[in-house]
């Protein structure tokens, strides 16, 4: 009887054995083999080789050992970097049907963000999310939003007036504001102040979450159905700390828009809230929870993913305006020449402050907000260059390493708005940090457009009316300042 039990469990083995040969064969048909790597560990893989600290540093020296494409495995699952400007054109942009998934992390289950159409599959509900968001966010449409950034603007500087120390928490104010206004039409977002706080620690969470091998339940997903009481599983509970947050940032500011339309109460600009809710249809109609369920969705993720990458940016200008300050200078002559003493710059006067516009661009090359991007994946299995890369591969773009390759950027390291000019207007032959800031292929940042025009009315007001200083000591000394990582999707300045 033994004998039959063993022999019978030879020969599942065995089959299994054999269908798991037959299934590879025809999904790689070619044997073509995965992209060159280190070597990893039996079954942890590269986990002990994924850079924590400085990932994009950590993933460039890679890529320079390897390729610029790379494969990593970690707790089985596949992971490819993408180390130039190259690879990623190729794949995120010429294959973008495939390659504009994202990858599928239980614990966004567990925190409950699968509203955020940031973290959605590729397919029919992103599309429907992202162009109900496009709508109000298109290069045209954030030209309604140019009041709020020049109103906040002016209230910026004239607190900074009274409170020059209070510079950076000033800028964090002026884009959390605008963005506020402009997503959900409150005039006064000091009432929403803890609001504030809840969706920047929701941010981290969100940013945390994604980093490869952090949580272990994204490499095993059983894992997200242990109790919360079970030892080893204190994850649950936070996560569920988690969920309230994103429970509170999605629905209390869009429910506080509604009574403020239902009130008669009308904000000052458009706004994306108000007019999604003057469009909603009656309660009885069967379509309303829907659309209500998207509209709430989408400007929530407007704050979510503009308010700290937008303020990040900012913080390296101001860094950048102190430790240069010919390069301040300069910007300054040009606004008096062409703007003069009267009025503050606006966004429209953008082409003709062309060295402005390259202080901009540099600022958004040589400090890369985001500089691994937010991760794709690849919905089917895939051939490419002679490699082959099995669907739901987790795929990172280096950012920083495509904005600091020298063969592109001379002296990437270096802060010089001058490689973007040529007889004093912009040249249009050198590439535009664009090209990579803001990520690729079909879920290229939305909301470049509003970030863009409201840093250069930011920048261009503050070069007008201030000079920028690096801090100084009781002794006059210059405190030296540092740009540092705050989250592992966002940098931000720490000093
Ligand atoms: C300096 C400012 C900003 C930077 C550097 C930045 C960068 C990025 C990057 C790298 C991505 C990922 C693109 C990809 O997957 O390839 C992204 C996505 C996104 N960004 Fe931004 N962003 C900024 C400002 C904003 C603003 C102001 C908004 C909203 C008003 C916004 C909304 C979004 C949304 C909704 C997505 C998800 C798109 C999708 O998955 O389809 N971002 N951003």
Redesign the pocket.
């Known amino acids: 009887m033994l004998d039959l039990f063993v022999g019978l469990a030879i020969a599942l083995g065995l089959f299994l054995l054999v269908r798991g040969i037959a299934a590879r064969a025809r999904r790689n048909p070619h044997r073509l083999p995965v992209p060159p790597g280190p070597k990893g560990l039996p079954l942890l893989g590269n986990i002990y080789q994924l850079p924590q600290t400085v990932p994009w540093e950590g993933y460039d020296k890679l890529c320079k050992e390897y390729g610029d494409i790379i494969y990593l495995k970690a707790l089985g699952q596949g992971l490819i970097v993408l180390g130039s400007q190259q690879r990623v054109v190729d794949l ?1 942009d010429k294959k973008a049907v495939n390659f504009s998934d994202r990858p599928s992390l239980p614990v966004h289950e567990l925190m409950d963000i699968n509203w955020s ?2 973290a959605m599959p590729y397919g029919a509900a ?1 599309r429907q999310y ?1 162009r109900n ?1 496009h709508q109000y ?1 298109n290069n045209n449409a954030v030209q309604e939003y140019h009041p709020i950034m020049h109103e906040e603007t002016k209230n910026f500087l004239r607190k900074l007036k009274s409170n020059p120390d209070q510079i950076f928490e000033g800028v964090q104010f002026l884009f959390g504001t605008a ?1 506020m206004r402009a997503a959900y039409g409150f005039d006064d977002i000091r009432q929403n102040e803890s609001l504030i706080h809840i969706a920047e620690a929701l941010v981290h969470e969100m940013a945390e979450s994604a980093v490869p091998g952090r949580f272990l339940v994204n490499n095993f997903t059983p894992l997200k159905y242990i109790p919360s009481w079970f030892p080893g599983a204190g994850f649950k509970k936070h996560f569920k700390m988690v969920a309230q947050m994103s429970f509170e940032v999605v629905h209390r500011p869009f429910e506080e828009a509604k009574r403020d339309v239902d009130d008669g109460r009308k904000s000052s600009y458009p706004s994306m809230a108000h007019s999604f809710i003057d469009r909603l249809p009656e309660d009885s109609d069967p379509t309303r929870a829907e659309l209500e369920e998207i509209a709430r969705s989408v400007c929530a ?2 704050y979510l ?2 308010a700290e ?2 303020v ?2 900012a913080t390296a200008l101001l860094y950048a305006l102190a430790s240069y300050p010919e390069i301040q200078a300069k910007a300054q002559a040009e606004i008096d020449k062409v703007i003069g003493s009267d009025r503050l710059p606006l966004v429209k006067d953008r082409g003709e402050l062309p060295y402005v516009h390259a202080i901009l661009k540099e600022v958004s090359r040589w400090y890369t ?2 500089p691994l ?2 991760a ?1 994946s690849n919905t089917e299995d895939d051939e490419y260059d002679g490699y082959f890369i099995p669907k739901g591969t987790i795929i990172i ?1 280096n ?1 920083w390493a495509i904005l600091h390759n020298p063969e592109v950027f001379d002296k990437p390291f270096e802060f010089i708005p001058e490689r973007y000019l040529k007889d004093g207007e912009i040249d249009p032959s050198v590439p535009d940090p664009d090209i990579a ?5 079909r ?6 457009h ?2 863009n025009d409201g840093l250069f009315v930011m920048a261009a007001s503050l070069l007008a009316t201030y000079s920028i200083a690096a801090p100084k000591d009781k002794e006059g000394k210059v405190v030296p300042m540092k740009l540092e990582l705050k989250n592992p999707v966002v940098s931000a300045r720490f000093d």
């Open positions: 995120l159409f940031a992103w992202r968001f966010l963005i993720i407007a993913a503009g990458t937008t990040s940016s907000v985001a991007g937010v794709h773009q950012n800031a803001f990520g690729h292929g879920r290229i940042c939305p909301g470049r509003f970030s």
